[in-house]
């Protein structure tokens, strides 16, 4: 839509972000977050929060991770070109009782330039306040396109996103709640990168 909120172009979703009424598709509540605009707004690239339930399970607890995706829109076609596979951190904290919600997910990610990302990750568990918010730099240019791939579990040769941890909030000793968002705030004389909270 443009800046006065009128309709003006649809994109096309591949079949795999599809909804579906048994569990097969996207995760409820769990399907795009992140929006960001790259190469001159020549490409969109979006990410999904969590894993798809045909990518496998969602991140659990130590050493279990989940694997979702990130994709390539063209601008002109308005359609998906390209999806990378994004592996996210455990869950940091174990929840209480152990059996209880607990999350990682892709809130947001920004583009630094046509194949790098600033890319949140926020971690939660019932009984615990805090969030824990980590961003991370991500390259995609040595990750495999997936985009013919229905699935992604089991695919141990699978050439995924790489990343690089560049702040983990919990080391900043303060409170941290629910993240959600970045942007930009480039001018002539600075660029700075401001996080959204939202509770």
Not at 94 to 105: D, E, M, Q, S, W
Not at 151 to 178: A, C, F, H, Q, R
Request: hydrophobic share 40%; aromatic share 10%; with cysteine.
């Amino acid at each position: 839509m443009n800046a006065d909120g009128n309709y003006l172009d649809t994109f096309q979703l591949p079949p795999q972000l599809h909804m579906q009424s048994n569990k097969s598709g996207a995760r409820k509540n769990s399907v795009f977050e992140g929006v960001t605009f790259s190469e001159n707004y020549k490409a969109l690239f979006a990410s999904v929060e969590e894993p798809l339930y045909v990518d496998g399970s969602r991140a659990g607890l130590n050493d279990s991770t989940g694997i979702t995706r990130i994709l390539k829109f063209d601008m002109d076609t308005k359609k998906p070109i390209a999806q990378y596979a994004y592996i996210l951190d455990p869950v940091t904290f174990a929840p209480t009782p152990l059996n209880a919600f607990r999350i990682n997910g892709i809130p947001d990610l920004l583009a630094l330039n046509k194949n790098k990302f600033l890319v949140i990750e926020f971690s939660y568990s019932t009984g615990r306040l805090a969030f824990t918010i980590k961003v991370f730099i991500a390259d995609v240019s040595s990750a495999e396109n997936v985009q013919e791939l229905s699935s992604l579990k089991n695919k141990p040769e699978l050439k995924t996103v790489s990343k690089k941890l560049l702040l983990n909030m919990d080391k900043l000793g303060i409170y941290i709640d629910n993240v959600e968002g970045h942007f930009w705030n480039n001018t002539a004389q600075r660029q700075n990168i401001f996080i959204i909270c939202c509770r």
